[in-house]
């Protein structure tokens, strides 16, 4: 007997769907302390990708000015540059895990101090325990990286990101309908609260399964702490190839243009376009959506083109899609903003995390991967400072100079040579 035509459309789609679930599946990759760190982070994630996109909302809403909001986000990238450099430096001499866990504790704990900031005066707390809880950065980072086959990283990096992207495709546009129905400041309230929730979940399961993934042979006295943290980290800077620091010059480049402009485009979208929060939210969501689908292809071209040319044509996708975010007016021109962001983020996450993980020594790699987030940071505390006064002269600007800025950063990024993937 013939199947009906319903039956077999639902056998064949049923089929083509499970083969595809498996072909993903089989994709993944995430050993040991991967899959801890990502599924942790995910569930983390379901409240603060509500929450974090409105961040600067928030302290607008609570009466921070533009320059405040810049002299803001400066204050947080000194603390989180020192308390990074810090975080690097103990992982290499005292291990990974117990920094990773206490001061993952302590992020969450800002997303509650976030919730109950009554007014702007009070704004410099949460700013501060922000910063201070980015201590774990590149140490979460390097154990991450550290769990998997060198070869295998761009997969892996590709794998812990399109788990930890998915709460990112709907909660944006979720916290922007908790404003339109709450208000600005108690909507934005209410979504930290439910980061610091989901965060309290996550990270108890973290604190119970990470393991440590490196136990360093010698425990420096912490007497000789501060010492050895100054002249350890520099000696570890200088003795890097070059391919690190033209890597290291890149990464300062980008985030002086990305320090002109993060902390303004949800208030640009919304004062100067005029268009609801939960828009915003939506285009966001759509940013992540385009990041999860192309992660794996990102991952299988930088196995075939190598890490470099991976990166290098990622990264023209940034100030090609600052263009298009200075010219857009329309709903359909912010969609091409959204996905062509999209795009340059999902293509050069893994391999650039890949790159920099394979051109360190793993037993110098902790305090340069902390370089690699705490000099730029420092770098461009003038970015933000001027962005916030340029945001006030008119809101465009600091979005059309961080264009060649950018442009500079891609050029660094061309005379990189292709690293040898063979170390631990």
Known sequence: MKESSETY???????????????????FYLPGNAWILTITSTIWSIGGSMASPYQSLLFYSLGASPVLIGYFAAITSVITALAQLIGGYVGDVW????????FSFVGVANNFILFLTPSV?????????????GIYGPLFSTALTESMDPKMRPRGIASYSFINTIPSVFGPYAGGLLIAHFGFVEGIRIAFLASGTFGILGISYRAL???????????????????????????AYFRAERDVKLLMYYAVLAAFGVGLTSSFSVLYFIQALHFPAYLYGALVGITSLIVMLLLFPAAKMAERIGLKKSVLYSSLSVPINQFFFTYAKDISELVTWSVVGGMGSGLLGPPLTSLQSDLVPKYMRGRIMAMFSAIPMLLAIPAQILGGYLYSVRP?????LSIPIFAVSVFILSRIHEPSRLEA
């Not at 789609?13 to 994709?27: D, E, P, V």
């Not at 465009?396 to 059309?400: A, L, Q, R, T």
């Open 95 to 102: 291990g990974r895990k117990r920094a990773i866990i206490m």
């Open 9 to 27: 459309l639902s056998h064949h789609t049923g089929s083509a769907f499970t083969g595809y679930f498996k072909r993903l599946i089989h994709t």
């Open 396 to 400: 465009i600007v600091p979005f059309v």
């Open 121 to 133: 005066t009070f704004l410099i707390i949460p700013v501060l325990v922000g910063a201070i809880a």
């Open 209 to 235: 399964r990470l393991k440590e993934t490196y136990r360093p042979k010698n425990v420096t006295r912490f007497r000789d702490f501060w010492h050895d943290l100054i002249t350890e980290s520099t000696r």
